[in-house]
C-alpha cells in the first residue's frame, strides 16, 4: 500500500495559485516529504523537500502542520508549463533496513489558458 | 554534472530477444534505483543498489536482471520479455546509501527507456 494519498487530478487556469495536499498519516519520525514533477516521457523531477512547518524555494512552498500527517504543496500563479503530475513522497524501510522510496498515485495538474 | 542518463531512449524487442538497458551517474552516488512505469501509472519501484550491492527486489520476475558493475553504472538485462513488459524504465539515484535513517536525500532520475516488446 502506497504511503500517501493525493488527489487523483485538479484544474486550474494561468496565473492562479495552485495547493495539492498529500496524507502521510503513518510518517516515521525521521521521514521527510518531497514532492517531484513529472512530465510525460520523463523522469520524475525534485520540486521541494520539507521535514516541518514551511519551506520556500524558488518555484514552490511547502506547508507542513505541525503533527506532520499532511502537506500541502504550492504552486505561485501557474502556467500552461506546470501542466504535470506532482508526486508526494515519504520514505518507507523496506525488510532489509533499506529506503524503498514508493510513489504514491500523484496528481494530475492541467493548467488552462 | 547532475545528470543521470540512460541509453538508449526507446527500444522495441521481441520476446525471445536479449537486450540490456544502461543507466550511468558521475556524482558519486551510492544508491541507485531502477522503476517500472506504466503509461499513467506512478513509477514502481523494482530494485534498489547500495555500494554496487542489490539491496531489494521488488519480487521482480527473473527475466528482468539487475546488473551494477561499478559505482558509476547499473544495467538491467532483459530476457524473453511479455508484451506487458512494455512500459518506461527509469533509473535515479542519491547521493546516501539508502540504509535506513532520515529520508532527506533527493532521488536523480534519468529520462527513460521506453520499451515496447512485440
Known amino acids: 500500500l502506497a504511503k500517501t494519498t493525493q488527489p487523483i487530478s485538479m484544474d486550474s487556469y494561468e496565473g492562479q495559485e495552485v495547493n495539492i495536499t498529500c496524507s502521510h498519516n503513518?510518517?516515521?519520525?525521521?521521514?521527510?516529504i518531497t514532492w517531484y514533477q513529472q512530465f510525460p516521457s520523463q523522469g520524475p523531477r525534485f520540486i521541494i523537500q520539507?521535514?516541518?512547518t514551511k519551506v520556500t524555494n524558488e518555484v514552490a512552498s511547502l506547508f507542513i502542520p505541525a503533527d506532520r500527517k499532511s502537506s500541502t504543496l504550492s504552486l505561485p500563479r501557474v502556467s500552461l508549463s506546470d501542466t504535470a503530475v506532482y508526486y508526494c513522497?515519504?520514505?518507507?524501510?523496506?525488510?532489509?533496513?533499506?529506503?524503498?522510496?514508493?510513489f504514491g498515485t500523484g496528481t494530475r495538474l492541467l493548467v488552462s489558458p | 554534472d547532475t545528470e543521470v542518463t540512460q541509453t538508449p531512449k526507446h527500444l522495441v524487442m521481441g520476446m525471445t530477444n536479449k537486450k540490456s538497458l544502461k543507466c550511468e551517474q558521475h556524482?558519486?552516488?551510492?544508491?541507485m534505483y531502477w522503476y517500472k512505469q506504466k503509461a499513467k501509472k506512478p513509477p514502481e519501484l523494482m530494485f534498489v543498489?547500495?555500494?554496487?550491492?542489490?539491496?531489494i527486489n521488488e519480487s521482480v520476475p527473473s527475466r528482468f536482471s539487475p546488473e551494477c558493475p561499478n559505482s558509476s553504472l547499473l544495467n538491467l538485462h532483459l530476457h524473453a520479455l511479455q508484451p506487458e513488459d512494455s512500459a518506461l524504465y527509469l533509473c535515479?539515484?542519491?547521493?546516501?546509501?539508502?540504509?535506513?535513517?532520515?529520508?532527506?536525500?533527493?532521488?536523480?532520475f534519468g529520462s527513460g527507456t521506453q520499451l515496447s516488446v512485440l
Open positions: 535515479a539515484s542519491r547521493k546516501g546509501d539508502g540504509i535506513g535513517g532520515a529520508t532527506n536525500e533527493k532521488l536523480f
Open positions: 503513518n510518517i516515521a519520525t525521521n521521514d521527510y
Open positions: 520539507g521535514y516541518k
Open positions: 513522497l515519504v520514505g518507507d524501510i523496506g525488510v532489509t533496513g533499506f529506503q524503498k522510496l514508493v
Open positions: 556524482m558519486g552516488h551510492r544508491a
Open positions: 543498489y547500495s555500494y554496487e550491492k542489490l539491496s
